[in-house]
């Protein structure tokens, strides 16, 4: 069974920088795309970012390109999230998720079969 494990959230002033992280146990890291999702109060969960099984591609919501990188290493079965030029309006929950061989439908929760437990990042302004 797949575990995933975040953590690297906090509180950080308007512009300021965060990575959040998340370990994967269980299984074959290099056999899961893995996705980074975010639910604010009120809110339905939201992707922001998702990496390939081979790390070829990286996909982004249009919201955080240019402020947020995702990344993977292989030796650490981790992936993490480097988030830069932080707003108050990415305050949220931020969830890693993992989707075994990965699928055209990165954006879409419903596509990924393990998740963390969640991490909180707070911006305040």
């Known amino acids: 069974q797949v575990q995933l494990v975040e953590s690297g959230g906090g509180l950080v002033q308007a512009g300021g920088s965060l990575r959040v992280s998340c370990v994967f146990s269980?299984?074959?890291?290099?056999?899961?795309?893995m996705g980074w999702f975010r639910q604010a109060p009120g809110k339905e969960r939201a992707f922001v970012a998702a990496i390939s099984v081979n790390d070829v591609a990286k996909y982004y919501t249009e919201s955080v390109k240019g402020r947020f990188t995702i990344s993977r290493d292989s030796a650490k079965n981790t992936v993490f999230l480097q988030m830069n030029s932080l707003k108050p309006e990415d305050t949220a929950v931020y969830y890693c998720a993992a989707d075994f061989g990965g699928s055209p439908g990165y954006r879409d929760p419903r596509q990924y079969s393990y998740w963390g437990q969640g991490a909180q990042v707070t911006v305040s302004s």
């Open positions: 269980g299984r074959t890291f290099n056999s899961y795309a």
